[in-house]
């Protein structure tokens, strides 16, 4: 049984990704209050799934970027599913008011 906390929604804005030695433009296609999936493009292979993640989320109604630190969960292709694990406060409410503006345009939170 999947266990999911809080909605998500299909979203799609740039996402960077930095892990000490190598950064690397991805896309956000899906994101909640706790988690994210990315689709980086290309498959993905064990070595891409480091213990922590450092984020860089730019949320299109945002002039600056959130800055996260994630875990990978899985990886399935291209895309990899990282729950947040360092976020703080006022960066996960405006994650949540992403999430409104997204719900406002008719996509559907499940």
Same mark, same amino acid.
């Given at each position: ?38 689709? &980086?493009?290309?498959?993905? !292979?064990?070595? @891409?799934?480091?213990? %922590? ?5 730019? *949320?299109?109604? $945002? ?19 990282? &729950?947040?694990?360092?976020? !703080?406060?006022? @960066?996960?409410?405006? %994650? ?5 503006? *997204?719900?406002? $345009? ?5």
């Amino acid at each position: 049984m999947e266990r999911r906390s809080g909605f998500r929604a299909r979203t799609d804005f740039s996402v960077q990704a930095m892990n000490g030695y190598w950064a690397s433009q991805a896309r956000a296609i899906e994101v909640s209050c706790t988690g994210i999936v990315l689709d &980086r493009g290309r498959e993905l !292979s064990e070595r @891409d799934m480091p213990f %922590l993640i450092d984020l860089e989320l730019r *949320l299109p109604e $945002r002039n600056r970027p959130i800055r996260v630190k994630a875990r990978p969960v899985r990886r399935e292709g291209s895309h990899q599913v990282l &729950r947040f694990i360092d976020i !703080s406060a006022v @960066d996960r409410l405006n %994650l949540a008011e992403h999430l409104d503006v *997204l719900m406002a $345009r008719g996509v559907q939170l499940h």
